[in-house]
């Protein structure tokens, strides 16, 4: 069972473009983190959010957790070529986290 | 710092072979997970150990055994590969929040 839903699958912008990706559940999660991942490479953590109604910034990315911590989203603003990856949401019970299916972005120079 | 790494990078095994991945972690971490990564599927866990001998099942574990006897390495098997493992297996680690991941292996069953 998919515990967490990402949308879009996919996404392709050119670069300058703002953008959002979202990744919502029906569970409720201690904390939910989000993760880059790169072809080839094993995904890397961006943010960890844990308290409902968090919003949190790296440089021009902005994280949000809902207020009922089950759903989140991720911000991009003026996205360059280097944003383009494979952006994994994951949320927590007990020892474990449960990963989303990703959505793949490409951003085109 | 190597962090989290995964031994081989590549493999090719035939139905019904034998094979162990290597995981090696140097951050003193308690907590090693085996994911793998399929189009579609996302991460799904595999096994994880929350300490030195100790290891617990994930979300589909049927196939592969583990074992965690020194606190930075945790070992995956696979006893009699099927073409339904073919996939790409990451193993990660963590102390408290946030998982550091291995850079991967491909494994293909033929």
Redesign the interface.
């Known amino acids: 069972t998919q515990l967490l839903e990402q949308s879009p699958q996919f996404l392709s912008i050119q670069e300058g473009e703002n953008l959002t990706v979202y990744c919502n559940s029906s569970s409720v999660f201690s904390s939910l983190q989000w993760y880059r991942q790169e072809p080839g490479e094993g995904p890397v953590l961006l943010v960890t959010v844990v308290t409902g109604g968090e919003v949190k910034k790296l440089k021009r990315l902005t994280f949000q957790f809902g207020d009922a911590r089950k759903d989140s989203s991720l911000h991009i603003t003026a996205a360059q070529p280097g944003d383009t990856g494979l952006y994994l949401c994951a949320g927590a019970e007990g020892n474990q986290f449960y990963f989303g299916t990703g959505t793949s972005l490409t951003v085109i120079p | 710092n190597a962090g ?1 790494t995964q031994t081989p990078k590549f493999r090719v095994l035939k139905t019904g072979q034998s094979m162990t991945l290597l995981c090696a972690q140097d951050m003193n971490h308690e ?1 090693m ?1 085996w ?1 793998r990564q399929d189009p ?6 595999i096994h ?1 150990s ?1 300490g030195e001998g100790t290891t617990a099942k ?1 979300e589909v574990p049927d196939g592969y055994n583990v074992s965690r006897l020194k606190k930075q390495n945790f070992l995956l098997g696979l006893e009699s590969a099927a073409p339904s493992q073919t996939s790409v297996y ?1 193993c ?1 680690s963590s102390r408290t ?8 292996t491909r494994l293909t069953v033929v």
């Open positions: 989290v907590y997970y994911y579609g599927m996302g991460l799904r866990l994880y929350v994930g990451f990660a929040q946030g998982y550091t991941f291995g850079s991967g």
